[in-house]
T-cell receptor, first 114, second 115 residues
C-alpha cells in the first residue's frame, strides 16, 4: 500500500532563516506531487505541483520554492522566511495510473515563524 | 474554469440527527468530485468520490454523497451524526479533460455535532 510522510511535524523558525520541508511517498511510481498551505485551519492554497523529477509548476509568486530531486521526494524550501510564511503545510500525491483519480495527503507540517 | 463552493462556514447538528454539508461546483465537462475530512492538526483524509455511474456514492464512516448534475451539487450526508464527526470538511472537484493536474478545493465547512 502507499504511504506519504512529511517531516518535521512541527517547526519554529526565526524570521530570515532558511526552510526545508520534506515529503516522501512510498509504494507508487511517478506520482503527481503537490504542496499546499493552509492558513488558520481553513482553505487550502496550492503552492506547487510536480509531474516528474525536476518538473515544478508554481501556482503563486512567493518566498518559497520547491524541488523534486527523486521520483518520490518533494521538498519545499525558502532562503529567508517571512512572518507570513507561518501556516500548516500539506504534501499530497496522486497516482498517474489509470483509474487513479484521488489525491492523498500527508500528515502536514506546522510552521511558526517568529 | 473549475470552481467549487461550500456555502456554509459552519454546520451545527445534534448527535443522532441527520447531517448535510453542501457543495456546488462548476466545470465545463463531467467532473470528478471528492469529499475529504480534516481533524485538528492532521492532514486531509479521503472520504468518498464520484467519478461515474450511480449518483449516490457511499464512503467511509457512514458518509454518503449524491451527485446532482442538474443542480451541479455534491452534498455530503449522514443519516445519524456522531460527536466524533465534528471536523472540517472539504469538497473538491477536478475536470479530468481540461483541469490538468489540479484538484480545486472548497473553503471548507466546519461541522459541530453536539451531544
Amino acid at each position: 500500500s502507499q504511504t506519504i510522510h512529511q517531516w518535521p511535524a512541527t517547526l519554529v523558525q526565526p524570521v530570515g532563516s532558511p526552510l526545508s520541508l520534506e515529503c516522501t511517498v512510498e509504494g507508487t511510481s511517478n506520482p503527481n506531487l503537490y504542496w499546499y498551505r493552509q492558513a488558520a485551519g481553513r482553505g487550502l492554497q496550492l503552492l506547487f505541483y510536480s509531474v516528474g523529477i525536476g518538473q515544478i509548476s508554481s501556482e503563486v509568486p512567493q518566498n518559497l520554492s520547491a524541488s523534486r530531486p527523486q521520483d518520490r521526494q518533494f521538498i519545499l524550501s525558502s532562503k529567508k522566511l517571512l512572518l507570513s510564511d507561518s501556516g500548516f503545510y500539506l504534501c499530497a500525491w496522486r497516482s498517474t495510473g489509470q483509474g487513479q483519480e484521488t489525491q492523498y495527503f500527508g500528515p502536514g507540517t506546522r510552521l511558526l515563524v517568529l | 474554469a473549475q470552481s467549487v463552493a461550500q456555502p456554509e462556514d459552519q454546520v451545527n447538528v445534534a448527535e443522532g440527527n441527520p447531517l448535510t454539508v453542501k457543495c456546488t461546483y462548476s466545470v465545463s465537462g463531467n467532473p470528478y468530485l471528492f469529499w475529504y475530512v480534516q481533524y485538528p492538526n492532521r492532514g486531509l483524509q479521503f472520504l468518498l468520490k464520484y467519478i461515474t455511474g450511480d449518483n449516490l456514492v457511499k464512503g467511509s464512516y457512514g458518509f454518503e454523497a449524491e451527485f446532482n448534475k442538474s443542480q451541479t451539487s455534491f452534498h455530503l450526508k449522514k443519516p445519524s451524526a456522531l460527536v466524533s464527526d465534528s471536523a472540517l470538511y472539504f469538497c473538491a472537484v477536478r475536470d479530468p479533460y481540461t483541469g490538468g493536474f489540479k484538484t480545486i478545493f472548497g473553503a471548507g465547512t466546519r461541522l459541530f455535532v453536539k451531544a
